[in-house]
T-cell receptor
Framework: DAGVIQSPRHEVTEMGQEVTLRCKPISGHNSLFWYRQTMMRGLELLIYFNNNVPIDDSGMPEDRFSAKMPNASFSTLKIQPSEPRDSAVYFC???????????????FGEGSWLTVV | DQQVKQNSPSLSVQEGRISILNCDYTNSMFDYFLWYKKYPAEGPTFLISISSIKDKNEDGRFTVFLNKSAKHLSLHIVPSQPGDSAVYFCAASSNEKLTFGTGTRLTIIP
């Protein structure tokens, strides 16, 4: 089975440019999560969707960040305009349910490495 | 405010010895705890978990201990193997959200 697929794997962009990160969750999974990894804060939850509906976006740092899930097999995280402090690894993850129950785990993609110069 | 803390950014252990990774949390509403392992250039993968109603869960070489009164959990790996070298993230769950720590980089010395 294919896991969570993210693109691009690496992105280098100039400050002020728009960045779009893409994610294809595991087929059949109902929940999708966007995380950001930094040295200082570890893995931070930015937003998560259940059945394509955003449930909690309280982790989105600023209005420059937005996320969409137009269908069950695709999601985007957009940063516009990008800033150097946005440089991080962005992970997409999916799960059968957004409820963390015994035996239910979240499966992560390989991440998108973003560098804003 | 970091609700899940891993105060040791790195740890080095001799092969064959026990590795102990620690994690502290502040939110008493957390009801489920997980450990994830991450290799370079890969996403985190689930390792082991424990419910708040238990104090120990064992899976092969990996054991997680939970001390609710101290709001502390630990991951024991014994014996440690070179393939265990990775970054380990502690995570805690409440209200259907996972909160992660900052990670501990474990290096197993051959």
């Amino acid at each position: 089975d294919a896991g969570v697929i993210q693109s691009p794997r690496h992105e280098v962009t100039e400050m002020g440019q728009e960045v779009t990160l893409r994610c294809k969750p595991i087929s059949g999974h109902n929940s999708l999560f966007w995380y950001r990894q930094t040295m200082m804060r570890g893995l931070e939850l930015l937003i998560y969707f259940n059945n394509n509906v955003p449930i909690d976006d309280s982790g989105m740092p600023e209005d420059r960040f937005s996320a969409k899930m137009p269908n069950a097999s695709f999601s985007t995280l957009k940063i516009q305009p990008s800033e150097p402090r946005d440089s991080a690894v962005y992970f997409c993850a999916s799960s059968l349910s957004h409820r963390v129950l015994t035996g239910n785990t979240i499966y992560f993609g390989e991440g998108s490495w973003l560098t804003v110069v | 405010d970091q609700q899940v803390k891993q105060n040791s950014p790195s740890l080095s252990v001799q092969e064959g010895r026990i590795s102990i990774l620690n994690c502290d949390y502040t939110n008493s509403m957390f009801d489920y705890f997980l450990w994830y392992k991450k290799y370079p250039a890969e996403g985190p993968t689930f390792l082991i978990s424990i419910s708040s109603i238990k104090d120990k869960n064992e899976d092969g070489r990996f054991t997680v201990f939970l001390n609710k009164s101290a709001k502390h959990l630990s991951l024991h790996i014994v014996p440690s193997q070179p393939g265990d070298s990775a970054v380990y993230f502690c995570a805690a769950s409440s209200n259907e959200k996972l909160t992660f720590g900052t990670g501990t980089r474990l290096t197993i010395i051959p």
